[in-house]
């Protein structure tokens, strides 16, 4: 039913509309209508008056058709749609919203502001259907277990080189640590281990993927075979030399807090570094050490139970022990080993001919030889570079030919060469 002023009667208006005017047509007690409309008689008594008096328009909510109070100015909904435009085009509803709340000063209610976008056009609400998997409980304890990933995106959007964000997450709050590197590999690996260890501790577990880097592809050696050991990987070992257990995930969705985190990051991070305008690695580092904070606090939960499962590092000699890179190399006759396309001579009384010592390549780049627990002395050289056969061979016929005569000779100018007396 229409009123004259284009009200459209809901169903419960036309359901009391049915009942009153039973009631005003004496056919049904007032209590009777109370029990049937779910309301008290005191209200029924009032709906009958504003019936009599106003006819079916009584029946309609006062409020029906006038704006709320709340609701936010035209003036205001254009501006944030400008701002949507020229600022944050492509944010999703959430973080624009913070974003307009925190850098622009318009503070609206969040549902309100995604309705502005979707109503604008800007927006587009979509509802994805995800598989069904196992849902695993988290871990009791902060630092119980820490999963661990890289992910290479372009995190600068075209401002600087693509990077590789090394992120842990600890399972049970969700605290994250993150740095940027330029590759995902060993180096980068122990480099942001190290950080996360001087800031929160080395923890219990850490649930990594089977990237080379974490899980090792060759074969064991003969002494690893003798000894009942698998191969692992540098980083593999370190963590073990730590005391951290190390577990392997058979697929991305095994570790879905850290794929999770990633997919927020390419979407709220990259966003939050264009805002700044940052350019570099060392920009992008720079910014986490003020972002994650906040980040942490806005998103981490608290954890079952209140004790901290991490070891304090006491000192960084232990781990900087462990987080090295360690190859055996043989000793050749000439007390000299090769490492990494470069020539190194042993400096050294131990009878080392023909034995393995292990080259240690530290994290800032310095490196170590070692035989058990001896530092052995070594320098760098570069030996003459060696003449292969065929190029002497080549110098002695141009020699025979006349190949590398003098031009100037005077036997080939014909001047006369003064005679000492």
């Known amino acids: 039913m229409m009123e004259k002023d284009g009200f459209l009667m809901n169903g419960t208006d036309r359901k009391r509309l049915k009942v009153i005017g039973v009631v005003c047509e004496g056919k049904m007690k007032q209590h009777e209508a109370a029990k049937q409309l779910e309301i008290s008689e005191r209200q029924v008594r009032r709906i009958v008056k504003r019936f009599r008096a106003e006819g079916d328009r009584g029946l309609i909510h006062r409020l029906r058709g006038r704006e709320s109070a709340k609701r936010i100015s035209e003036e205001t909904r254009e501006r944030i749609i400008d701002l949507y435009v020229e600022k944050y085009k492509g944010f999703g509803p959430v973080l624009a919203h913070e974003k307009v709340e925190e850098k622009d000063g318009i503070k609206t209610n969040r549902e309100s502001f995604r309705q502005i976008l979707l109503e604008a056009g800007l ?5 994805k259907t995800k598989k069904h998997r196992q ?23 075209g401002r600087g080189p693509w990077l590789v964000l090394m992120a842990y997450i600890d399972d049970a709050t ?23 260890a001087k800031k929160y501790g080395i923890p219990l577990k850490i ?14 050696t003969l002494e690893e075979e003798l000894a009942g050991r698998k191969a692992m990987s540098q980083f593999q070992r370190a963590l073990i030399e730590l005391g951290v257990e190390v577990i392997h995930a058979n697929s991305p969705q095994a570790k879905g807090r850290i794929e999770r985190l990633f997919r927020t990051f390419q979407d709220r991070l990259v966003k939050e570094m264009r805002l700044e305008g940052i350019k570099s690695k060392d920009e992008a580092n720079a910014f986490l050490k003020r972002y994650l904070p906040v980040f942490n606090r806005k998103f981490s939960v608290e954890a ?15 781990v900087n022990k462990a987080l090295t890179i360690r190859t055996e190399r043989t000793v050749r006759n000439d007390y000299t080993v090769p490492h990494e396309g470069k020539l190194y001579q042993l400096n050294t009384v131990l009878a080392l001919k023909g034995r393995k010592v292990t080259v240690v390549d530290l994290l800032d780049g310095k490196m170590k030889i070692v035989y058990g627990r001896e530092n052995i002395r070594f320098k760098e050289i570069h030996p003459q570079p ?21 031009k100037n000779h005077p036997w080939r100018t014909g001047m006369e060469v003064p005679m000492a007396f």
């Open 386 to 406: 060696k003449i292969k056969a065929k190029e002497i061979k080549v110098k002695k016929r141009l020699y025979k030919s006349g190949g590398l005569r003098i």
């Open 174 to 196: 969700g605290t994250v640590y993150a740095e940027f590197h330029d590759y995902e590999g060993t180096i980068p690996a122990m480099i942001s281990f190290k950080g996360y």
């Open 304 to 318: 079952m139970e209140a004790q901290d499962m991490h070891r304090k590092v006491e000192s960084l000699g232990e």
């Open 123 to 127: 927006w587009e609400s979509s509802r």
């Open 135 to 157: 849902w695993r409980e988290r871990m009791k304890y902060f630092g119980e277990m820490v999963q661990l990933d890289g992910s290479r995106h372009d995190w600068l959007e």
């Open 207 to 220: 649930y990594l993927d089977k990237h080379t880097t974490y899980k090792s592809t060759s074969k064991e």
